[in-house]
């Protein structure tokens, strides 16, 4: 059958569909992107759409929704199926946030255009049914309760649709399907416009969502807690596995690991055949044996070696160290013109930091970061940063700025006017923009290779401050682990605002909570956070006749226990170094020739000294938080 195009919701019925897609082919420009793909997606099914950018996802969701044509196979559904996804941002215009969302239930509103106008008794009856069978009395309500799940607050609900930027649209178009509730939901990467609370209230949505889903996204929280199938797209095949991300990365590679080993069998097993061939072809007794291999060869159906997935990683240039504590703020406010966002902040950073800013959208991790970046001055208080401090700075606006008419060669080139072409195009490989991408128009990347060339940008000098706001926006899975690696291997500090947990719980040790206008450390881990989300800000509390039992970590888990160990060690033997020589430099007499000179070598080797001291009890803490999860 032929599905029906939409922008947000059509209704074309209300019958619960299943997906049906069976010996699917097309091709864009000749290149293949389905050859006999096969799959079925049962009724009330959550699906994660998973597989290499470009393989074809998005191309599948416009297929299921009928906007282009098969060369081949069908895909299949109820008849009388709503199909629901947010192929564009929500128009601007007059109409409120919470008018635009109430009218994408595009039934509810004729049946209420109807009511108006209807004098047939008998219709209206049945108008009156319907409304109140799609439960449409209490439509004001659940569209409220999906934009604050989306960070809408009741005053952004009655402001005008063309208050809001490009990506808060956005989040007014998901919250319109969200409450269409059509009966299959595409939805194409719907986190990448949220923050980590609009995710994790996305997740519980969709885990409860009464219909059909299918989503293709590359954060692995959501597809390990939202979804409980895998739908795979590789070497132009589909591929529905059950449960998680993670579950689905096991199965995988078990799947991949038996195919090579039968492969290896299968090569053997020719060699073996192919040898008695050679040998006695021309034997007139064994003529006839030779010949019987020569058909087995012929029959045998070829088991190709599955291809290892290409490693990618990103390259950053190492920092020098700094005496701690590089950026120091004393009861600073800052905030846009004369209204403060933040007040009172009294907090430190060194470079062996790796902070996460924690907090609801507006309470001000953006003012923070920008503040941390030198792009905000303080509108009270102190802030001292280290003279010889270089800082890196990664915005999603950023992404937007760069220049669609030049190249990333172009991008770079201005930055180091002096290097050699070769040492630019070395740059730009070191973050998975190899030849083709170095000379294509930015305007013609992908999102994620822009996101790439932004990235190196920001780092390119290798700066002691890593400021990261949301910097795995249409990164694939493959690369954000690339860039946790990366992250964990920098020997610089790292302040990061991200929706994608897996990253945050990697690469973060320490928590920064941005609320009410004040920013406090955060007690307890990410799971608490995500607890005192998920239940309304209420406290969180471990009672203590129920201790945490400690679970055997994952491997994720220990590789980021082992790097952290790596770090810690790294940083002391730095420290040490450090202080070898501000100790020689005390011992130098000329040093007492000037009081104020002493005084400032002094206070270099206190510094030094306190940092030290966490520095190895940072290190003491990680070989002991090792040695437990090794254990068990």
């Not at 195009?5 to 293949?32: C, E, K, Y």
């Not at 030849?435 to 294509?440: L, P």
């Not at 881990?525 to 994952?554: H, I, M, N, Q």
């Amino acid at each position: 059958m032929k599905v029906l195009p939409i922008d947000v919701v059509t209704v074309i019925s209300h019958a619960a569909p299943m997906l049906r897609i069976d010996d699917i082919s097309f091709s864009i420009q000749g290149r293949p992107l389905f050859e006999q793909a096969s799959a079925t997606v049962p009724a009330g099914h959550k699906v994660g759409l998973v597989g290499p950018n470009g393989a074809g996802k998005t191309t599948l969701f416009r297929l299921i929704r009928g906007e282009l044509t098969l060369d081949g196979g069908s895909i299949e559904m109820p008849s009388r199926a709503r199909i629901g996804g947010v192929a564009q941002e929500s128009p601007s215009s007059d109409d409120t946030v919470l008018a635009t969302v109430l009218a994408a239930d595009t039934e509810r509103a004729a049946l209420l255009n109807e009511a108006e106008r209807a004098t047939d008794p008998a219709r209206i009856a049945e108008i009156q049914t319907r409304l109140a069978d799609i439960d449409a009395w209490s439509a004001e309500a659940r569209a409220a309760t999906i934009l604050d799940g989306l960070g809408f607050s009741t005053a952004d609900q009655t402001r005008p649709t063309r208050d809001f930027s490009g990506g808060w649209r956005m989040r007014i178009a998901l919250a319109g399907v969200l409450f269409a509730q059509p009966d299959l939901l595409l939805l194409d990467e719907p986190t990448n416009y949220l923050d980590l609370e609009g995710a994790l209230w996305l997740e519980g949505y969709l885990a409860r969502y009464p219909h059909t889903v299918i989503v293709i996204s590359h954060d692995r929280g959501l597809l390990n807690r939202a979804v409980g199938h895998i739908l795979h797209l590789e070497n132009r095949a589909l591929t529905l596995y059950s449960g998680g991300y993670d579950s689905f990365a096991r199965l995988r590679a078990q799947r991949l690991a038996l195919q090579a080993a039968e492969a290896k069998k299968q090569e053997l097993r020719r060699a073996h055949l192919q040898s008695f061939v050679d040998r006695f072809r021309a034997k007139a007794t064994k003529a006839r044996q030779a010949q019987a291999r020569v058909k087995m060869l012929e029959k045998m159906e070829p088991i190709t070696a599955p291809q290892e997935a290409k490693l990618f990683r990103f390259s950053f240039p190492q920092p020098d160290q700094l005496s701690p504590p590089i950026v120091a703020l004393d009861g600073v406010a800052v905030g846009y013109g004369d209204r403060a966002v933040l007040r009172r902040l009294n907090l430190r950073l060194d470079q062996d930091d790796r902070i996460a800013l924690l907090g609801r959208n507006g309470q001000g991790k953006s003012t923070l970061s920008k503040l941390l970046a030198g792009r905000l001055a303080p509108m009270e208080g102190r802030l001292t940063a280290s003279k010889k401090l270089r800082i890196g700075y990664f915005a999603q606006h950023q992404v937007d700025e760069l220049h669609l008419d030049e190249t990333p060669l172009d991008h770079i080139r201005r930055l180091r006017p002096d290097e050699a072409p070769a040492r630019l195009r070395a740059r730009l490989a070191g973050f998975g923009l190899f030849e083709a991408q170095a000379e294509t128009l930015v305007g013609q990347l992908s999102g994620g290779q822009k996101a790439r060339l932004s990235l190196l940008i920001a780092t390119i000098d290798a700066p002691h401050l890593l400021i990261l706001d949301e910097p795995t926006n249409h990164l694939d899975i493959e690369s954000r682990e690339a860039l946790t690696e990366a992250l964990n291997d920098y020997t610089g500090a790292v302040v990061l605002v991200s929706h994608d947990m897996h990253l945050l719980s990697l690469v973060a040790d320490r928590l920064w909570l941005v609320k009410d206008g004040a920013v406090s450390p955060w007690d307890g881990d990410l799971d608490d956070y995500r607890t005192f989300l998920l239940k309304g800000d209420a406290p969180v509390v471990v009672p203590a006749e129920e201790p945490r039992r400690p679970k055997r970590p994952a491997r994720d888990e220990l590789l980021s226990l082992r790097t952290e160990v790596r770090r810690a060690e790294e940083r002391v033997a730095k420290l040490t170094e450090m202080l070898e020589k501000l100790d020689a430099k005390l011992a130098d007499p000329a040093v007492y020739g000037s009081p104020a000179e002493a005084e400032r070598w002094g206070r270099k080797h206190a510094e030094a000294r306190e940092a030290m001291a966490r520095a190895e009890n940072i290190w003491m803490t990680a070989l002991e938080n090792l040695e437990l999860a090794e254990q068990g």
